[in-house]
């Protein structure tokens, strides 16, 4: 009985690694078939998103700047008294 538990152990293990090959196959062309049902942006699209970006983050930055410099006079101001 012992020989034939260790063939059985020795099948399962060389079957192991080809169901995992498998599944990463799987994953993958799911992945591409996902891929290809994807409406990618036109360049002009990506140029108008990359400029709304690029001018809200100044635009905030300018905020925080703006709030951080009164913040800084008040806090001078009130530790003076």
């Known amino acids: 009985m012992a020989v034939k538990t260790k ?7 060389n ?6 090959n498998k599944e990463k196959t799987n994953i993958f062309k ?3 078939r996902e ?3 994807v409406t990618w942006p036109t360049k002009k699209e990506t140029t108008v998103y990359t400029i709304v970006v690029v001018v809200t983050v100044i635009v905030f930055a ?4 703006i709030y951080d410099l009164f ?9 003076s008294w």
Not at 7 to 13: C, I, L, P, Q
Not at 15 to 20: F, H, R, S
Not at 62 to 65: E, F, P, Y
């Open 7 to 13: 063939e059985k152990d020795k099948a399962k293990n």
């Open 15 to 20: 079957q192991k690694p080809q169901k995992v």
């Open 30 to 32: 799911g992945m591409f």
């Open 35 to 37: 891929l290809k049902k």
């Open 62 to 65: 300018l905020v925080i700047g």
């Open 71 to 79: 913040l800084k006079n008040l806090i001078e101001t009130l530790l």
